[in-house]
């Protein structure tokens, strides 16, 4: 499947969220089940629609720590679509909760994960030391990842994990900051195919259908 691109940038949380409701609205219908929700903002933009949303903190409907969860708390095929954005490279169990993702959802599971490469690329390279979500601080942090893969790697995850479910991905995409043609079009020249998406590309999305 060939990866098109979509340039977009999210300066808050709730701009990601807004551009989830608004690229899978087609997907977010009947009964909707947000997985890592914290804040859970889909719950009111989402209309017609019975949401629930899980997380360890936030505003959740039910308080669940995923990262000690051997099994959602729902019965199979419990929700129409299943969503979980910007959340499992945050956890241990990885493998175990996407396998309860698709479990749990009736027709949709919508997915992305983070492209580790590239938010770190520029500060390994200057020497910088430090870098979000990767840091040893004094005091242990909410917000940790506990992976550190390219977005090539997660390509080939969201496809090995196609065909061990037996579900069809339909659409996967990848999400870059705006910026200028030249320059991009430059980059491209300098590093071509996955060289230029696992330095520049930030999140890959994927759809499955059940």
Not at 39 to 45: D, I, Q, S, W
Not at 58 to 67: E, K
Not at 103 to 114: D, E, G, M
Not at 183 to 189: E, G, Q, S
Request: net charge positive.
């Amino acid at each position: 499947m060939k990866l098109n691109t979509e340039f977009v940038t999210f300066p808050e949380r709730l701009d990601r969220t807004r551009f989830v409701r608004d690229r899978f609205q087609q997907y977010l219908q009947g009964s909707v089940l947000d997985v890592g929700c914290f804040e859970a903002p889909l719950r009111t933009m989402l209309q017609g629609v019975q949401y629930t949303g899980v997380d360890i903190a936030g505003n959740p409907d039910i308080v669940l720590n995923l990262d000690q969860c051997e099994k959602l708390p729902f019965a199979d095929g419990e929700f129409q679509c299943v969503i979980c954005i910007e959340v499992l490279e945050h956890l241990d169990n990885l493998h175990r909760l996407f396998d309860e993702l698709v479990r749990v959802s009736k027709n949709h599971v919508i997915v992305s994960l983070p492209n580790c490469w590239s938010d770190a690329r520029v500060k390994i390279e200057r020497g910088k030391g430090a870098f979000l979500h990767y840091g040893l601080p004094v005091e242990k942090p909410m917000d940790r990842h506990k992976w550190f893969f390219s977005l090539s790697q997660a390509r080939a995850f969201f496809e090995g994990k196609a065909r061990e479910q037996d579900i069809a991905i339909v659409d996967m995409f990848i999400s870059e900051k705006p910026r200028n043609a030249l320059v991009r079009a430059l980059r491209r020249l300098r590093y071509p195919g996955e060289r230029y998406h696992n330095r520049y590309s930030q999140t890959l999305w994927v759809v499955y259908q059940r």
